[in-house]
């Protein structure tokens, strides 16, 4: 009886070991459908409108000329073009590096305090996620208006009397200062929930260890847990370069409110004026596409070093 167990036990791997089969790649069919139909039909299209001259003629049924290259390289001669693009490369790395340092501050911050008030926490993090864009916005526009608001107002309460009636949107690098609070204050959250779960994944045996050898919180922290959520940090902040890179609304909202456009603008609304705002569609595709080249050639270090952190 044992023998006749043993060797059913014997030939069950056997039994699991299937031939592959097409199934589960059938089953990806309606998932990648999905997004061909959601993103390769609009990218397509975006790259025949940058070939051709679309404007205003065209949209009252006027056939579009064929141009080829002619608005790729009337970009790439556009000084103001590169201006921006330079402007937008630099608000997007020191954005998304504040939120990083932001977010993964108060993503320790949760591992070390009592579950009472971690909670208050989380809650408010998801509170200032989940508030529309605009209406956190209307919120900041009122904070920082140059007669009512509570920044001025704080900073005159302070001996700061140059701050009286300051306003905050005129000026370039002000305006820039506000728009990257902006900005960190809304993907905060995200960061530091995610990282908080990376966190929450780290061993506690190892820090113990450490701390048996003598090593300090400082060094437990950059020798053990960073090393130990490196891939979260990693996937997190590539995400966060292709979302500051494209911001579109904060800096939007903010130009109405005061800013100068031509002295704010970045990528995104770069592209939403010169299409919306000039009727010039086919440069706008052009710029799209370029945009799209600019954002892969940034991220692709980012991409690299994440697949050899995962052995790909």
Partial sequence: MLLRRAKRGAASPARATRRPTAFPYVLLVPAVLVLLAAMGYPLARQVVLSVQEFGLAQQFGQPPEWVGLDNYQQLASDGYLWQVIGRSVAFCLAVAGLTMVVGTALAVLMTHISRAARLPLQVALLLAWAMPHLASLTVWQWL???????????????????????????????????????????????????????????????????????????????LITVPMIKPVLLIVGLLQIIWDLKVFTQIFVLQDAGGITRDTNLIGTYIYRLGIGQGEFGMASAASIFILLVTVLLSLAYVRLLAREEGL
Avoid: C, K
């Fill in 144 to 222: 920082f208006d140059s007669q009512y608001g509570v920044i001025n107002w704080l900073l005159v309460r302070l001996g700061l009397e140059q701050f009286a009636g300051h306003s905050w949107l005129i000026e370039p690098l002000s305006f820039f200062v506000v728009a990257a609070i902006v900005v960190t204050w809304m993907s905060v959250p995200f960061v530091a929930f995610s990282v908080y779960a990376g966190l929450t994944q780290v061993p506690g045996e190892l820090h113990e260890a450490g701390a048996i050898d003598g090593a300090s919180p400082r060094r437990r922290f950059w």
